[in-house]
């Protein structure tokens, strides 16, 4: 098993590009998650989706950014524009019962300068 | 407002000297309750899953207990692999299925 596959590991971009982070979940976990984490504030959920169906995305900070799950197996976390303050962590995570806990990819490290 | 809060923020060991984190939580109601242990540059890792007060569950030097109002992650005689920063978080009763996470406690285990 590959585990949660992020892409890209790391991004740099300038202010007012989009940037769009990749995430292939676990075959057969039916939940996914979307956390941002930063020094100052841990781990934030920003999203998360239940059988491709989003699910409760009140941690979305605005409309700058937006998420999809168009099958089982892919989900996108776009930011447009970007700013320098959404300079983070940002990680996918995969369930198939998040009463047994979550399993996280290695993250993507957002630059926005 | 749920909460979780841990503690201390960083603790810095000698290799073989024992020591607890704390992880305190308000809520609503509790599902589960959860250690993550994560090495830098690299997501969050399983440890354990705790459900109800006066569970334990154990995994080579670490032990998790919880209670109605807290857990505890106790390290017997750590080494310095050990290091790594732990996360606690929480799994709501009410339906939702997002973890709460705590910020954190930066353990680092010197030889």
């Known amino acids: 098993d590959a585990g949660v596959i992020q892409s890209p590991r790391h991004e740099v971009t300038e202010m007012g590009q989009e940037v769009t982070l990749r995430c292939k979940p676990i075959s057969g976990h039916n939940s996914l998650f979307w956390y941002r984490q930063t020094m100052m504030r841990g781990l934030e959920l920003l999203i998360y989706?239940?059988?491709?169906?989003?699910?409760?995305d009140s941690g979305m900070p605005e409309d700058r950014f937006s998420a999809k799950m168009p099958n089982a197996s892919f989900s996108t976390l776009k930011i447009q524009p970007s700013e320098p303050r959404d300079s983070a962590v940002y990680f996918c995570?995969?369930?198939?019962?998040?009463?047994?806990?979550?399993?996280f990819g290695s993250g993507t490290r957002l630059t926005v300068v | 407002e749920d909460q979780v809060t841990q503690s201390p923020e960083a603790l810095r060991l000698q290799e073989g000297e024992s020591s607890s984190l704390n992880c305190s939580y308000t809520?609503?109601?509790?599902?589960?309750l959860f250690w993550y242990r994560q090495d830098p540059g690299k997501g969050p890792e399983f440890l354990f899953t705790l459900y109800s007060a006066g569970e334990e569950k154990e995994k080579e030097r670490l032990k998790a207990t919880l209670t109605k109002k807290e857990s505890f992650l106790h390290i017997t005689a750590p080494k310095p692999e050990d290091s790594a920063t732990y996360l606690c978080a929480v799994l709501l009763l009410r339906n939702t299925d997002k973890l709460i996470f705590g910020t954190g406690t930066r353990l680092q285990v010197f030889p």
């Open positions: 995570a995969s369930s198939l019962d998040p009463r047994v806990g979550y399993t």
């Open positions: 809520v609503s109601g509790l599902r589960g």
């Open positions: 989706f239940n059988n491709n169906v989003p699910i409760d």
